[in-house]
């Protein structure tokens, strides 16, 4: 397991957080996009996995918060730093951040086919709801959920 800090995503992360969502995910998130969340949005948190005493971001995860409900909007970690509990660090702070500020389920979608990121969810006790339909362009999502406590 590597050593991190987990920290509320800022401007100065977003050089770090863009290369990772570009390696990540078929249609990446823009920096505007990011940059909107963590400035304009006042139901979005974020936050980055830090190497300790560094600023080299590790992994990232956000959420909306909404009423009681929290609903993931990303998460990613990194090629070179997977499969080594970032993910799962990431994903506990949200988890918690989200019970505090009055979240009591939390709300997530998949695509059916990423077997590892279902795994952490699972782990983690998201159980499958439903599926979205050609939620992505390309194939369905999974909705899973979760009550916070």
Do not use: C
């Not at 995910?25 to 139901?43: C, M, V």
């Not at 070179?80 to 989200?98: C, F, P, T, V, Y």
């Not at 939390?106 to 159980?127: G, P």
Request: hydrophobic letters at 45%.
């Amino acid at each position: 397991m590597l050593p991190v800090e987990i920290v509320f995503m800022a401007p100065e992360h977003l050089d770090h957080v863009i290369r990772i969502e570009q390696v990540s995910f078929t249609l990446p998130w823009s920096r505007e996009s990011f940059l909107g969340e963590i400035q304009a949005n006042d139901h979005a948190t974020y936050v980055v996995a830090l190497r300790p005493g560094s600023s080299q971001v590790l992994g990232y995860a956000g959420m909306w918060l909404v009423l009681n409900e929290a609903h993931i909007t990303t998460l990613a970690v990194d090629p070179q730093h997977r499969r080594k509990n970032i993910a799962s660090l990431l994903l506990g702070r949200l988890m918690r951040e989200a019970f505090l500020k009055g979240g009591r389920i939390m709300f997530l979608e998949v695509r059916d086919s990423n077997t590892d990121a279902r795994k952490l969810y699972e782990k983690f006790r998201f159980k499958i709801r439903g599926r979205r339909k050609q939620y992505y362009s390309d194939e369905d999502a999974l909705v899973m959920s979760r009550p916070l406590m």
